[in-house]
């Protein structure tokens, strides 16, 4: 009864599908997420008979042959890299991304991390940080007695002040490109570490090689559209239940079969 096997893979499958579902429901309002779609694919198969076998019998070619599957496992999860719609937050230091590209930060360890989250805070000494508290690279310093803080498409940070009208630049945002972004490893917080899968980090001035462009007050929401996601749970629900009547089914072939007599 190998159907048994092939239904209790069915049903892994889509606890999985239902668990990376639930994970885009969970983070609809996320800044900068992007929705998660799980894919599968196919065990590898019992050949019972193979295609192109010679038939014993007579010497034809078989057609088709007899390939028995074993059922489903996960291939990938993988990340959309749809940009969410961007929302007007009005912050001085609430950067979006209109484009492709990270921000990059710089973790407690000294790693390079990576973000499309730009709810930027100050901190007392006035550095430029995550809400998390990570500092944003390059390091850019707001002064105490700046009166109001300008970011423009290309990423330059300017500073007005009381005394004098000309602004005062404080340092440029760079942009970083990947050539698969879908390899990212994400680590939580929003954030996301180079993999050998992504490949090495492409720095840029905001605007060129391929990356969007700045947008100071504004935010970019979550790209995860629920209805979509209530559509797909409700088609993971009824593939467990049918993976579940499966087995009840070949549980009553088995019950069926020792009471013969």
């Known amino acids: ?20 579902i639930s994970n885009n429901l969970a ?41 028995l599957g074993l059922g489903v ?5 993988t990340m959309n890299l749809q940009q969410g719609a961007l929302a007007q937050s009005g912050g001085d230091l609430d950067v979006a991304i209109e484009g492709n590209g ?7 360890s000294g790693q390079a991390a990576y973000t499309r989250d730009g709810a930027f805070k100050r901190t007392g000494e006035g550095t430029i940080v995550t809400a998390a508290g ?16 300008s970011i423009n498409p290309d ?8 005394e004098t009208a000309e602004a005062q630049l404080l340092g440029q945002f760079n942009l970083i490109g990947f050539s698969n972004p879908k390899g990212l490893e994400a680590i939580g917080g929003n954030n996301f570490l180079e993999t050998e899968a992504s490949g090495a980090p492409i720095t840029s001035t905001p605007g060129q090689d391929g990356l969007g462009t700045l ?3 504004y935010l970019e929401d979550s ?37 013969i007599r």
């Open 73 to 77: 496992r996960p291939a990938a999860i």
């Open 215 to 217: 947008r100071q007050g």
């Open 1 to 20: 009864m190998r159907a048994l096997k092939i239904a209790a893979t069915g049903m892994a499958a889509q606890q999985m599908r239902v668990e990376t």
């Open 27 to 67: 983070n609809m309002n996320t800044t900068g997420y992007n929705t998660r779609r799980a894919e599968f694919a196919d065990l590898h198969y019992q050949q019972v008979a193979r295609p192109g076998a010679i038939n014993a019998t007579d010497g034809t070619v078989l057609p088709t042959g007899v390939q």
């Open 155 to 162: 990423g330059e940070v300017y500073a007005y002040f009381t």
């Open 134 to 149: 990570f500092v944003v690279a390059p390091e850019i310093t707001i002064p105490d007695d700046a009166r109001s803080i």
């Open 102 to 108: 990270y921000l990059e930060i710089t973790l407690p």
């Open 223 to 259: 790209s995860v559209d629920p209805v979509r996601e209530i559509t797909d749970l409700i088609e993971a629900q009824r593939g467990y239940e049918l993976n579940a009547k499966v087995i009840t089914a070949v549980d009553q072939m088995m019950g069926a079969t020792t009471q």
